[in-house]
């Protein structure tokens, strides 16, 4: 094991001499310094780890307004008011008019006729802000319009929220 030995010497011996103690030492420190400032500022993938645990689907939630029944609702989300998705509030009452929409549900894969009624007679519920449009078109045309106070045929016309009522089942053409 002899020319082993001498083999690690030689080598050590070369190192040794290329590169002094002070150097290495240098290195070493910018080496630290670097990792110090540049690792923090690296653009880490924050967002990945974020979303490691699987997102939860909103489509059942009904306070949510990526419920599926939601699909044309704009207003205020009835189930966060105190109401359910087809109850007005106690206190409210039920808009004598309403526009219907059609949603898709992806629990059965059926399309519904969804009625988006308000709840009259107090103030703005102020809880769970939705605006989605599914189907809607511009206000010229009122009956196929969701930017509208449907309170406007009650005693009183004051808005409080929505609710979204199933009204049918949508026929499949054929
Ligand atoms: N249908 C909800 C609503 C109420 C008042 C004003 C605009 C929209």
Known sequence: ???????????????AQSASRRSAVARLGKLMLGS???????????????????????INDETSCEYWRHCALDGFICSCCGGSVSSCP?????????????????????????????????????????NRNEGERPGYRMGVHNDVNWCMA?????????????VGVAEKRG
Not at 1 to 15: H, Y
Not at 90 to 105: A, D, F, I, L, R
Not at 110 to 120: E, G, P, R, T
Not at 157 to 164: L, Q
């Open 1 to 15: 094991m002899k020319w082993f030995d001498d083999f690690f010497e030689k080598q050590s011996r070369r190192v």
């Open 36 to 58: 110090a400032v540049l690792l923090p500022v690296l653009p880490f993938d924050r967002v990945a780890k974020a979303a490691s645990g699987k997102p939860k689907s909103k």
């Open 154 to 166: 009650n005693s009183s016309n004051t808005y409080h929220c929505t609710v979204a009522a199933i």
């Open 90 to 130: 106690p206190g409210t009452e039920v808009s004598k008019v309403t526009w219907v929409g059609t949603c898709h549900n992806p629990n059965d894969g059926k399309d519904y006729l969804i009625s988006y009624n308000d709840c009259c007679g107090v103030t703005m519920c102020g809880q769970c802000f939705c």
